[in-house]
DNA sequence: ACCTCATATGAACACTTGTTCATATGTTTA
DNA sequence: TAAACATATGAACAAGTGTTCATATGAGGT
């Protein structure tokens, strides 16, 4: 290891100290996470949220797609509190449920711009 | 929509104005960076390499795997340029490749403890 | 109550993916 | 050059996943 690199892995190290406890089970949890952005439809229906909250059907046309398979991957989205709904008559629109989301987006556009 | 997530999302959209520009096929890339961060052996392994570089071995050791499973993951992660290696005689010593890998490990975890 | 519209859900299917086993490649040392 | 060791790779298999089709659920309007 070149003195360099040692830099940067100490450097690294006094970073992550609040990370040290990370045990098995979190990173699993945070595979888990990664998960539900490693779906193009899914990252795409998160995208079109960024704009503004939109109903199952808007998002279906938004994208193309059938409303059954936006459904399904609305329902994921939902059980991983990454989006949040509300009624309107016959209607429910979604909308990102949090900052992370975004956070997570801009860090990951930001790797691929390299 | 309620004034006060009507504001959120004023907000946001002008936080993202740089975002804007993003294509389909750029989602589609942001999809498959996060895939490699969607499986929990990738997960163990990067963040092994948090601490320091190791060799092959050694990370099948730390994580009680087979060599050959360790190795076709590394590639994976290689060819998204995620990890860096170094020949030392026979081994070959990984590296995480640059600060990106530990920005998206964090954000994840934030969401996650919540 | 009935019909209509929006959304959700279950089953089936094709496709993808991670692991294992066996073996190949490539480097060091005798 | 041959043996020993570290790593990479290909084929096969099991498990997981996204889409489609058909249908169910639930709310509003007549």
Known sequence: M?????????????????????????????ADLFKIFSDSTRIRIMYSLFIKELNVQEIADALGMQQSAV?????????????????????????????HVFTIFSQGLEHISE
Do not use: P
């Open 2 to 30: 070149t003195d360099i690199m040692k830099d940067d892995y100490e450097l690294r190290k006094e970073t992550i100290d609040q990370m040290e406890s990370v045990d098995e089970e979190t990173l699993a949890d945070l």
């Open 71 to 99: 459904s399904h991957q609305l329902r994921i989205l939902r059980r991983s509190n990454l989006v949040k709904i509300r009624r309107e008559g016959k209607n429910i629109y979604y909308r990102l449920s949090d900052s």
